[in-house]
């Protein structure tokens, strides 16, 4: 049992066993997501869960700017290079350097923004997550994705017990103490193997290393991008609430949902393949990165495009089945069906922008995301601002979606320059599942009106029903077209199946890379 627990967690990964991985536990994550939103809209009243989101937004800006800048665009390619040119030693000098900057960084810029209760309580979170997410880029750089992986789980499984059992007794605040709680979890079950991997802390503030200081200038215009980011978020709060109390959290809650298979479907695909990106840089095997960019962009948008035409046209039964009780009542769940549908009219692009950006930092160029990046949030903010005084909080998922758009677009024209995108197969494979999402939308849309006939709609069990009728028979089809069409990524859904079903996940992450 314990060689098998040390292989699930610590072997190395290849790209495909990557992708399921975090497929797989990123989905579970967001399940779990789906249900701490759940109890929160269920157990507190709507004004105080924006109070509660909005609290959120200073500990985010801390974190964002502060480490997640560092690690996404900066650390994972310097020590990836690292481990390819066999410098463990100096990795982890880099490392540590790196962990324990970030973490004096944290503690002073926590000290200093200080201000409302829940806030205050949720300050001690963005210090363990500096560490947990530096831990987590050392696993991703070594290629270990499973212990990585099932962080987020714990984090989510934290925040639900703190609203099931403290809610009732301290209301919100009990919730923040669980947010709290699941922060350092996330940290604590990547130590051992991280230790497991070399690393072993020391006192060191090395700023004179050339990696360190390298490291320190790609992080600066990524830091200044989640930073416009963050102002976006605080823009849009501040709008948001001057429009109703429940505003914030509404926008909240729909942009929870719609993250679920962006995050999936995206950010998985472009976690898995970013330190494959790196090294093959590293090694200037420049046909190897344009292979592995171009299947993975195939791949997104193989499962996203008809993704976004199924969350627009069971936006309602969404929103009902996950949010529909409690404290949430009916004309709450019309206005986040709503806003969700808005957010779903830019699914594809939120989902590849993840990975344009990461082949830019693969190319240690993070100055291009940036200024991107101010360009959208400047023009999402202007379009916010006009579009919600006629449309409410829907005119602020709207405007979210025209950035998002703006950036995927902006990144991709730039990115075409620099590498090569197989532009004509591209455009053929979107043709083929375009018209196997129609399709399948036409399918969607007929079978949620014949089985709203057999079920009983004013129930859970009902509308349950036919979702889950709706989105099997839909998706079936789709499948089934995309195979006629002879689209390739099938194999890869037969291929996540099968191992689904079939060797155990161990097995798995010993499979050799392609």
Known sequence: MKRFLGNFFGSKNSFRAASLILIVTLFLSNVLGVVRDHYLSQKIPTDILSVYYAAFRIPDLIFNVLVLGAISSAFIPIFSSLL??????????????????AIILLIIACAILVTVKLARIMLASPIFFGF?????????????????????????????????FLSDRIGVVGVSLAVVAGAF????????????L???????????NAYVRRIGILMVPRAIGLGANQILLLVFTGIASSLSGSAVAIYNLADNIQTMPMVVFGTSFAMAIFPTLAEKYAQKDYESFDYFLNKTLRSI?????????????????????????????????????????YFAIA????????????????????????????????????????????????????????GSFINAVLLYLILRTK????????????????????????????????????????????????????????????????????????????VIFAKLTGRSLAEQTNEPGR
């Open 347 to 402: 699914l594809v692009f939120t989902s590849i922008i993840p990975l344009f950006a990461r082949a830019f930092y693969a190319l240690h160029n993070t100055k291009t995301p940036m200024v991107i990046t101010i360009i959208t949030v400047i023009v999402s903010i202007v379009a916010g601002k006009f579009l919600s005084a006629s449309m409410g909080i829907t005119g602020l998922a709207l405007a979210y979606s025209i």
């Open 419 to 494: 590498i090569k995108i197989t532009e004509g197969k591209i455009i053929i494979f979107l043709i083929k599942i375009i018209i196997a999402t129609v399709i399948m939308a036409v399918a969607i849309q007929e079978l949620k009106l014949i089985l709203a006939i057999f079920v009983d709609m004013r129930r859970f069990w009902g509308v349950f029903l036919q979702t889950l009728g709706a989105t099997i028979g839909g998706g079936l089809i789709y499948i089934l077209l995309a195979w006629i069409f002879g689209c390739e990524e099938i194999a890869s859904v037969k």
């Open 185 to 196: 979890l996330h940290m604590l079950i990547q130590i051992p193997v991280v230790i497991k």
């Open 301 to 341: 948008l193989f499962f996203m495009v008809p993704i976004v035409f199924g969350v627009i046209l069971l936006r309602a039964q969404i929103v009902r089945l996950i949010l529909g009780s409690g404290f949430f009542g009916w004309q709450q769940t019309i206005d986040t069906a709503n806003t969700l549908g």
């Open 132 to 164: 947990s997410y530096i831990f987590g880029a050392v696993l991703n750089s070594s290629k270990r994705f499973v212990v990585y992986s099932f962080a987020p789980l714990i984090y989510n499984v934290s925040i639900i017990l703190g609203t099931l």
């Open 84 to 101: 390819a040119h066999k410098k463990d030693k100096e990795a982890w000098e880099v490392a540590n350097s790196v962990i324990n900057t």
């Open 198 to 208: 070399g690393w072993r802390w020391q006192a060191l503030l090395d700023w004179k």
